[in-house]
T-cell receptor, first 114, second 112 residues
Framework: DQQVKQNSPSLSVQEGRISILNCDYTNSMFDYFLWYKKYPAEGPTFLISISSIKDKNEDGRFTVFLNKSAKHLSLHIVPSQPGDSAVYFCAASDLTGGGNKLTFGTGTQLKVEL | DAGITQSPRHKVTETGTPVTLRCHQTENHRYMYWYRQDPGHGLRLIHYSYGVKDTDKGEVSDGYSVSRSKTEDFLLTLESATSSQTSVYFC???????????FGPGTRLTVL
């Protein structure tokens, strides 16, 4: 049973426009959410995170929004750049419960076109 | 970048042979993890460790064992490799109470 879902396997965006990647979760115990970026033949790289006590976290061009009632989070990248082309994984954990384990979504391949 | 190395980076082996993958960290992080990445599945947790000689099973632990005799090393062993264990394996580290995990470069394992 997939507790973290990324329903869009791929997304194509033009350079300079906004990229919006979506993620849904089912486990109400999750209280910490993360986004990772992965290039081919490399390990995932931490991008940005958000605690369940917040609804928005911003870091430069990257903003994560959390809607707890809908169990939905999204990553906004603006403006999108060709170097943003990668696979993006959403992940969640029950941090307050004492667990550092992450549950990952299946990933979304973002392609930023010139 | 976190100081995490994995060895080997690539390995091809035959069904039924034992295989050990090594993860080494220089960050002195207490927690370590092994994941596998497969198309359509994202990253799935195999085993994890919350300290030396303190390990536990993850979501997909069948056919795998781990050992952690030192803080810096976490070994993943496939006792008898099967073709279904062909995958890319990632090691990760973290600290207690911090949600972020930091990943190594991965090991691509092919079981023929």
């Amino acid at each position: 049973d997939q507790q973290v879902k990324q329903n869009s396997p791929s997304l194509s965006v033009q350079e300079g426009r906004i990229s919006i990647l979506n993620c849904d979760y089912t486990n109400s115990m999750f209280d910490y959410f993360l986004w990772y970026k992965k290039y081919p033949a490399e390990g995932p790289t931490f991008l940005i995170s958000i605690s369940s006590i917040k609804d928005k976290n911003e870091d430069g061009r990257f903003t994560v929004f959390l809607n707890k009632s809908a169990k939905h989070l999204s990553l906004h990248i603006v403006p999108s750049q060709p170097g943003d082309s990668a696979v993006y994984f959403c992940a969640a954990s029950d941090l307050t419960g004492g667990g550092n384990k992450l549950t990952f979504g299946t990933g979304t391949q973002l392609k930023v076109e010139l | 970048d976190a100081g995490i190395t994995q060895s080997p980076r690539h390995k091809v082996t035959e069904t039924g042979t034992p295989v050990t993958l090594r993860c080494h960290q220089t960050e002195n992080h207490r927690y370590m993890y092994w994941y596998r990445q497969d198309p359509g599945h994202g990253l799935r947790l195999i085993h994890y460790s919350y300290g030396v000689k303190d390990t536990d099973k993850g979501e997909v632990s069948d056919g795998y064992s781990v050992s952690r005799s030192k803080t810096e090393d976490f070994l993943l062993t496939l006792e008898s490799a099967t073709s279904s264990q062909t995958s890319v394996y990632f090691c990760a580290i973290s600290e207690p109470g911090l949600g972020e995990q930091f990943f190594g470069p991965g090991t691509r394992l092919t079981v023929l």
